[in-house]
């Protein structure tokens, strides 16, 4: 069964990047694609981006100048990066996979990570 | 972007009842809807998808329905482990979104 495990440093300064990885253990990274989300304390979840395996992504509009989200397949991880945070990035962090039924087309986020909470401060 | 509305965003119930949470797209998104639960200090799981395929190991008195803009989830008769935050999340395109939650809290 795949298990998905974040880690990085749960205290970042202002002005600085916030980096994660999400270790993907008990199942290959191929063929799937990656997805990063978070939640604000307190608050609902916001879909940060995603990549495929083969190092394709999309990010969030609301996010995209800042976000780099990147495959290791040797690793079986993949990462976040998110530059020049504030406050307003202190939030949970999930790493999940899309699946997806080929007969219905349908998509979903399945597994999640235990998730990490990240604070912004000085 | 696709924005996902749900109502109510809060709702007390007592075990036993039967309670339907709705949520609405602001453009039609076919049946790609699915419908996570989240547990407090836990990350969602997915209860369905596809609008109305409940996911394997997921109780039956779970159900969903809807196509296009409208959608429901229903539980038929509330379980103690039923309370909890529920979000709808579009799969139509991207940016993916989410509902803003159903906070389902015992009455």
């Known amino acids: 069964q795949v298990q998905l495990q974040e880690s990085g440093p749960g205290l970042v300064k202002p002005s600085e990047t916030l980096s994660l990885t999400c270790d993907v253990s008990?199942?290959?990274?191929?063929?799937?694609?990656w997805i990063w989300i978070r939640q604000p304390p307190g608050k609902g979840l916001e879909y940060i981006g995603f990549v495929y395996y083969t190092g394709t992504t999309n990010y969030n509009p609301s996010l995209k100048s800042r976000v780099t989200i990147s495959v290791d397949t040797s690793k079986n991880q993949f990462s976040l990066k998110l530059a020049s945070v504030t406050a307003a990035d202190t939030a949970v962090y999930y790493c999940?996979?899309?699946?997806?039924?080929?007969?219905?087309?349908?998509?979903?986020?399945?597994?999640w990570g235990q998730g990490t909470l990240v604070t912004v401060s000085s | 972007d696709i924005q996902m509305t749900q109502s109510p965003t809060s709702l007390s119930a007592s075990v036993g009842d039967r309670i339907t949470i709705s949520c609405r797209a602001s453009q039609s998104i076919s049946i790609y809807l699915n419908w996570y639960q989240q547990k407090p200090g836990k990350a969602p799981t997915v209860l369905i998808y596809?609008?109305?395929t409940l996911q394997t190991g997921v109780p039956s008195r779970f159900s969903g329905s809807g196509s296009g803009t409208d959608f429901t989830l229903t539980i038929s008769s509330l379980q103690p482990e039923d309370f909890a935050t529920y979000y709808c999340?579009?799969?139509?395109?991207?940016?993916?979104?989410f509902g803003q939650g159903t906070r389902l809290e015992i009455k």
């Open positions: 999340q579009q799969r139509y395109n991207v940016p993916i979104t």
């Open positions: 596809g609008a109305s």
């Open positions: 999940a996979r899309d699946v997806g039924d080929s007969s219905s087309g349908s998509n979903w986020f399945d597994p």
């Open positions: 008990g199942g290959s990274i191929s063929p799937y694609y």
